[in-house]
């Protein structure tokens, strides 16, 4: 794909930082845009083009309340990391190593990998539960829930859902696991590791988040240029919100209490706030690209964006319409997938092993900055 940054003009770091959004262009100009205009080749490279320098960030290493505390090692560990989960009380950390084919389980006090589950097939999304001891690993390759024991790490029941199992939540209402799946659906399975129903949904669901206080559900459906919004009592789609011009939406935070939703998209790199009374967007800000995870920590009104660009963006809630940047730090490339704990004021990023750069976990302490 060289030949692309070429006849784009583009440097090669440019190229290695944002290449990887742009083989989601074409689909979305052939689902949307593809609707009304015919695209020559020259337009299609000029919006390729266009598309670069709306990627590109506009902030760069500044003061940030992310201190770098340590270090945590992954040796033998390759390819992409998937999503986090986390055992508080235990102090431990499940990382889904989505293209090792692990589970990684560390230690966060001693700093060092304590357990891995081999033999898994993509796993992607990953949840570790207290009420019951047990944790789930969805896997996108064979479309299967495992569930094992949370003490002994020892296989309890695998579920089949036919295809790409992905994220992964608890449901404090139901005390029902749910899982998103396949074509499109969320999969609900009992505290027994029963599969009890399915949610149905039009396209794949990417990352999804549940009201406590009420029966919706948010969810992510980027191949609709939405956000579906599901009662988990009538177990339908009620609603869609669009999110204003901006696409690739695949990771998403809740602000319950001030109701507001965040939801990261690639194209362009945008953190969207929306209104979840009305759906309408309230903000939008430029983040870091490729961004895979975001958190919304409630103690210092701070949003996490976390991309593979080789950065965290940081966001301070002024209220709940208004938000100001307060500061980016560096991470490495392809660091797109973390976990931000508020028990611990911590957040964990995952480096994955490219070239020189070693796998590893970042953990930085949250440090209140000044306004």
């Not at 029963?194 to 459906?221: K, M, Y």
């Not at 939703?261 to 009374?277: E, W, Y």
């Amino acid at each position: 794909m060289r030949f692309l940054a070429t006849a784009l003009g583009l440097e090669p770091q440019t190229w290695s930082r944002y290449g990887c959004c742009l083989f989601e262009v074409p689909k979305i100009l052939k689902d949307f845009l593809g609707r009304w205009i015919n695209f020559s080749p020259l337009l299609l490279l000029g919006l390729l083009e266009a598309t670069i320098v709306a990627l590109s960030s506009v902030y760069a290493q500044n003061t940030s309340p992310l201190h770098l505390e340590k270090e945590i090692p992954l040796p033998g560990v390759e390819g992409r990391i998937d999503h986090f989960s986390a055992d508080v009380r235990g102090q431990r950390l499940f990382i889904a190593a989505l293209e090792n084919g692990t589970v990684e389980v560390l230690d966060i006090r001693k700093g060092e990998r304590s357990a891995e589950i081999k033999g898994l097939s993509e796993p992607q999304g990953v949840f570790y539960s207290s009420h019951n001891d047990r944790l789930y690993v969805a896997s996108g390759g064979d479309g299967t829930l495992r569930i094992y024991d949370g003490t002994t790490l020892k296989i309890r029941q695998t579920l089949e859902f036919g295809a790409d199992a992905d994220n992964v939540r608890y449901d404090g209402q139901s005390g029902q696991i749910l899982v998103g799946f396949g074509s499109g659906g969320l999969g609900l399975v009992d505290a027994s590791g029963q599969r009890v129903a399915t949610i149905p949904l039009n396209s794949h669901p990417e990352s999804f988040q549940l009201e406590e206080g009420d029966s919706r559900i948010f969810v992510n459906v980027p191949k609709e240029f939405a956000v579906a919004v599901v009662d988990r009592t009538k177990r339908a789609v009620i609603d869609k919100w669009g999110l204003d011009w901006t696409f690739a939406n695949y990771p998403m935070a809740l602000d319950e209490a001030d109701k507001r939703l965040f939801v990261g998209c690639r194209l362009p790199a945008r953190l969207v706030v929306l209104n979840t009374d009305s759906g309408q967007v309230v903000a939008k800000m430029p983040v870091v690209g490729d961004a895979d995870d975001v958190y919304f920590d409630p103690t210092h009104r701070f949003v996490y964006v976390i991309g593979g660009e080789g950065a965290v963006d940081v966001f301070r809630m002024s209220d709940p319409n208004h938000y100001e940047h307060a500061g980016r730090t560096n991470t490495a490339s392809g660091a797109r997938t973390g976990l931000f704990i508020p028990g611990l004021d911590s957040l964990f990023v995952a480096v994955p092993h490219r070239g020189s750069q070693a796998a590893k976990v970042l953990v930085y302490q949250i440090m209140r900055s000044p306004r």
